[in-house]
């Protein structure tokens, strides 16, 4: 079984819409992350987590929110989404910032129309 | 603003040949340093990091860092059409925890 999952794996949704992106790990790390990826643009961070209680935005975060559920549990939710949300959105995992690797989970594909 | 430069290529070598990635970053106090594979429509996968000035090698790969002129590479020898992706830079700038990425640089080796 995978360490990191997000689920759904694709999405369409309609401009407007509230539309949540849910990520679990089974690593056992605290840190987690999501990062959305545009062609051309790259991976940008959104919001970061380093334990339940610590939620911080990253560089993009305007028009998306988060919430830590548990350890294992990272969400990152659209209240009203837009088309230029189009993107790869992609959860990771890490133990430390400094040196760690950050794991990533397979991706979700939203497109917004 | 913090960066991380890299060619986005293509850059295309032939079956065996040495390819050879670089990157360049805005913030002298860097400390880390870290290279991602991504296959097409794939999730970015580490290939090595490195701390230290100097070379660091695993197996076909080898990172190399120079903190003075702020530029990381990473050699791939004896390339294989399997190493065709794309490979992401990326950093942890001084004072902070996350990673920065670059666009990455997109490589295609030939059989």
């Known amino acids: 079984d995978a360490d990191v999952t997000q689920t759904p794996r694709n999405r369409i949704t309609k401009t407007g819409k509230r539309i949540m992106l849910e990520c679990s790990q089974t690593?056992?790390?605290?840190?987690m992350y999501w990062y959305r990826q545009d062609p051309g643009l790259g991976l940008r961070l959104i919001y970061y987590?380093?334990?339940?209680?610590?939620?911080n935005k990253g560089e993009i975060s305007d028009g998306y929110s988060v919430s830590r559920q548990a350890q294992a549990k990272f969400s990152l939710s659209l209240e009203s989404a837009i088309p230029n949300q189009t993107a790869l959105y992609f959860c990771a995992t890490s133990v430390t910032g400094y040196t760690d690797t950050q794991y990533f989970g397979p991706g979700t594909r939203l497109t917004v129309l | 603003q913090k960066e991380v430069e890299q060619n986005s290529g293509p850059l295309s070598v032939p079956e065996g040949a040495i390819a050879s990635l670089n990157c360049t970053y805005s913030d002298q106090g860097s400390q880390s340093f870290f290279w991602y594979r991504q296959y097409s429509g794939k999730s970015p996968e580490l290939i090595m990091f490195?701390?230290?000035?100097g070379d660091k090698e695993d197996g076909r790969f080898t990172a190399q860092l120079n903190k003075a002129s702020q530029y990381v590479s990473l050699l791939i020898r004896d390339s294989q059409p399997s190493d065709s992706a794309t490979y992401l830079c990326a950093v942890i700038y001084s004072g902070s925890e996350k990673l920065v990425f670059g666009k990455g640089t997109k490589l295609t080796v030939n059989p």
């Open positions: 490195i701390y230290s000035n």
């Open positions: 987590s380093f334990d339940v209680k610590d939620i």
């Open positions: 690593k056992g790390h605290d840190r």
